[in-house]
């Protein structure tokens, strides 16, 4: 465990991808990112496991539960292991008094700080070295001095 970790700052960095993965259109990386960070504070000891809610959106209309873990002075649910429902108590509907700071941090800003701590490598995509990639354009055989054209790609 690196002495240099901020708690506070990890925890508000969850809380700033959990709060943008709950809008975004395809929220699964930034779930991921939340539960990975999560789970690597669980087993160095710096979050806490609270107890067993139900979730407040049912999936397909069945009721599930979700692990509440609090970080520093903030709550968060994640996906529970079956281990949690053997020894965690079940605390019932999820309870409003549970309720996290205020926090003003960009999404890039909490992943430049999560990534590293869960040793994420973003994957680059390549640029692609087309001068026009149109699939209607057809280059033109004028000015070429072998007939007929032959393609060289």
Do not use: C
């Not at 709550?75 to 020894?87: A, C, G, L, V």
């Not at 509907?93 to 700071?101: A, E, I, T």
């Not at 973003?122 to 026009?132: E, L, M, N």
Request: hydrophobic content about 30%.
């Amino acid at each position: 465990m690196s002495a240099d970790i901020d708690l506070q700052e990890i925890a508000q960095a969850i809380f700033t991808v959990n709060r943008h993965a709950k809008t975004a259109p395809e929220p699964q990386h930034l779930y991921y990112i939340k539960k990975e960070a999560i789970n690597k504070l669980l087993r160095e000891k710096h979050a806490e496991k609270i107890g067993l809610h139900f979730s407040d959106r049912p999936k397909y209309s069945n009721q599930h539960s979700t692990l509440l873990v609090k970080v520093a002075n903030y709550y968060f649910h994640i996906p529970p292991s079956k281990e949690d429902f053997k020894e965690l108590e079940h605390l019932g509907s999820l309870d409003k008094n549970y309720r996290n700071p205020q926090s003003k941090m960009s999404l890039s800003q909490a992943k430049r700080i999560l990534y590293p701590y869960i040793n994420y490598k973003p994957v680059t995509r390549q640029k692609r070295s087309h001068a026009y990639s149109s699939s209607y354009y057809t280059p033109s055989s004028l000015g070429k001095m072998e007939w007929p054209p032959t393609k060289k790609h």
